[in-house]
């Protein structure tokens, strides 16, 4: 079974409080009813589905559910997935990057100084060289990245990847591409 298919069954929901009982141990079409709130009809109904998907195994009034199918299909989906793209030419730093961005915002500001060094130089690259910022922008920019703007900002001054005069930034280190 898919991944797919578990999370379209599980978009009911009298089907996953369904599965929500049969986890925390129910193991009969009563006690499922007693534990989720539904009714004996509501969960034979679901148990039915569910039993044709593979997800439950029904016998009689009793009723098992096949965790494991779970953990199969998450792994399958993990395997089927297209390889991400780097963030870095570098292996070292891309491992860096992967452990810090989440879906392109930063998740934490790592502790480590040589981590937070290559997550600051990834992240300068939304300044423009030559470009002067006024703080405003500097923290729209900054914002999309991560909600403490004033750590990130002083941590790309305090590495000499922004320089600031007068409530006005710059770029002034880090890659450029060209």
Do not use: C
């Amino acid at each position: 079974m898919d991944a797919g298919t578990i999370v379209g069954l599980l978009a009911d929901p009298v089907r996953l409080r369904v599965v929500a009982a049969l986890a925390l141990g129910a193991a009969t079409i009563e006690e499922v009813a007693q534990v989720s709130g539904l009714s004996l009809k509501e969960v034979a109904l679901a148990a039915r589905r569910l039993a044709r998907a593979g997800l439950v195994h029904r016998d009689g009034h009793h009723l098992a559910l096949h965790a494991e199918r779970f953990g199969e299909a998450a792994r399958a989906a993990a395997a089927s997935a297209p390889a991400a793209e780097p963030l870095s030419e570098d292996p070292a730093q891309d491992a860096v990057l992967r452990s810090f961005l989440r879906a392109g915002r930063l998740v934490s500001i790592p502790a480590q100084h040589s981590k937070r060094r290559v997550v600051l130089e990834h992240l300068v690259h939304v300044f423009e060289p030559g470009v002067r910022y006024p703080e405003r922008e500097v923290n729209a920019l900054l914002a999309a990245w991560y909600p403490d703007v004033a750590a990130l900002r002083r941590y790309l001054v305090d590495e000499s990847l922004l320089s600031r005069d007068a409530g006005v930034y710059w770029r002034s280190g880090g890659h450029v591409f060209v």
